[in-house]
């Protein structure tokens, strides 16, 4: 686009006739802007927040991944790289939940149970 832009400028800058027309539409902004025109502040001002608005949504933005590919992964690499490039599949969150419960029933029936180092040598 700016390329573009800065060959139709060239262009234009060639010919005498649209190098006048430039100059005096460049002089015509300057004037404007200088001056204490309300409406162009606010014109400046609603292009700066265009920019900034513009350049954080981009910054933002999620990115988009394709998925992979295991069988090229595999075919190509071998089975270990494509494994470990495989997505970790995660269990619903009642399977976890369920985990965590007996993991932590299973550490309480140890510490329940549990007998000192000095009693097991009796």
């Known amino acids: 686009m700016l390329g573009t832009l800065a060959l139709l400028v060239l262009f ?7 190098l006048g027309i430039i100059q005096s539409f460049a002089e015509e902004i300057r004037d404007r802007f200088g001056g204490n025109d309300p409406v ?27 998925p992979r590919r295991q ?10 790289y494509a494994n470990m490039h495989r997505e970790p599949i995660r269990p619903p969150v009642r ?14 029936r140890r510490i329940r149970n549990y007998v000192g180092f000095a009693f097991r040598s009796l």
Request: aromatic share 8%; hydrophobic share 55%; proline share 2%.
């Open 40 to 66: 162009a502040n606010v014109l400046v001002v609603i292009m700066l927040a265009a920019a900034i608005s513009s350049t954080l949504i981009m910054m933002f933005w999620p990115s988009i991944e394709e």
């Open 12 to 18: 234009l800058l060639i010919n005498r006739d649209s």
């Open 95 to 108: 399977v976890r939940a369920r985990r965590f419960c007996q993991a932590a029933l299973e550490r309480a």
């Open 71 to 80: 069988q090229v992964l595999h075919r190509y690499f071998g089975t270990a």
